[in-house]
């Protein structure tokens, strides 16, 4: 146990996901479980450069675990990635004589925390939170049940519609380098297409896939798109070309944006970041640094934080399969 550990830093960064302020939560409360003080840092990493910080006690994460967002907010910070501007956060932590620092955020949050400890020593350690479920590591990110849920329940209402019209709706859902939200949220809510950037099906075998679908007697579609799908320029070049290729559709584009970010964080990211927040603080009072807090068949582990940027989170195989078997 690192008796050096007097008091924590916590800060948000990066998007937003939910779960983060429950992470935050977890980890106030659980410094003060263990008699270390805590500090929250506001505005991300700019909040370590400006000296943004405010003590936190246990009341101070009072009726936050059900919130969306973040209340410590983010904000991106170009200074940080300066030597002068990491200069300038790790005098701020010294002259709040800080001990080791806590990061939630994705893997761009991550690489300014490997860099940061690589450069000063610091201890720190990061928690994953992001909604694309994209970090090597851990099976699963804060914010990635909430947005899927909240892309099923919209494709849900889109569906709604789709059937009354005899339309074909193109859904465009987030996911820029990663499938995982398109591939579980298409399949969860019946979508007869799901197009990810892992798997470039083509135009072609799109097409015949819905005419196939029209001549079952379907005579509404859903396709679920990842933002960085491949297979046309965008969505709308895609619903374009897909509508006079296939005139007897009525095509219509969703773009569900940055609601996927919001909303009340369900019940599996408010536990996975209550265990997340637990164990980075248990992690520094064991001395550990430079890692990640990932869960792994409902165990919680570590990674060093250059593995979990640099690794690649694959997407099941087998959801591609039960996708063509059910999409008929």
Not at 134 to 163: M, P
Not at 284 to 313: C, F, Q, W, Y
Request: proline content about 2%; charged content about 25%; hydrophobic content about 40%.
């Amino acid at each position: 146990m690192n008796e050096t550990i007097k008091r924590i830093a916590v800060l948000t960064s990066g998007g937003d996901a939910p779960g983060m302020n429950a992470a935050v939560r977890a980890v106030v409360r659980s410094s003060v479980f263990y008699q270390i003080e805590c500090y929250a840092v506001y505005q991300g990493y700019q909040g370590l450069i400006d000296g943004n910080f405010k003590e936190f006690s246990a009341r101070s994460v009072n009726n936050i675990v059900n919130k969306g967002g973040t209340l410590l907010k983010s904000a991106r910070s170009l200074e940080f990635r300066t030597p002068e501007g990491r200069k300038r956060a790790y005098d701020n932590l010294i002259k709040h004589e800080i001990d080791a620092l806590v990061v939630i955020g994705g893997d761009g949050s991550f690489t300014g925390a490997m860099i940061f400890q690589n450069e000063f020593n610091f201890p720190v350690i990061g928690i994953p939170g992001t909604i694309d479920n994209d970090i090597f590591g851990t099976q699963f990110t804060l914010g990635y049940d909430t947005a899927i849920n909240t892309v099923i329940d919209v494709i849900d209402k889109i569906r709604d519609t789709a059937s009354s019209h005899n339309r074909l709706f193109f859904v465009e859902v987030m996911g820029r380098d990663a499938g995982h939200i398109a591939l579980n949220s298409g399949i969860g809510a019946g979508a007869e297409e799901i197009l990810i950037p892992e798997e470039n099906r083509g135009l072609e075998q799109l097409l015949e896939s819905l005419k196939k679908s029209e001549k079952s007697g379907k005579s509404s579609s859903i396709v679920v798109v990842a933002e960085g799908d491949k297979t046309g320029k965008n969505v709308f070049e895609l619903a374009a070309y897909v509508e006079k290729n296939l005139p007897y559709y009525e095509v219509r584009v969703s773009v569900l944006g940055h609601m996927q970010r919001g909303g009340s964080p369900s019940c599996f990211d408010r536990v996975l970041a209550s265990r997340m927040g637990v164990h980075a603080v248990e992690s520094l009072r064991d001395g550990k640094s430079n890692v990640m807090v990932g869960v792994m068949n409902d165990t919680m582990k570590l990674t060093p934080l250059e593995h979990a940027i640099k690794g690649k989170s694959e997407i099941n195989k087998d959801l591609l399969r039960v996708t063509d078997i059910l999409s008929i």
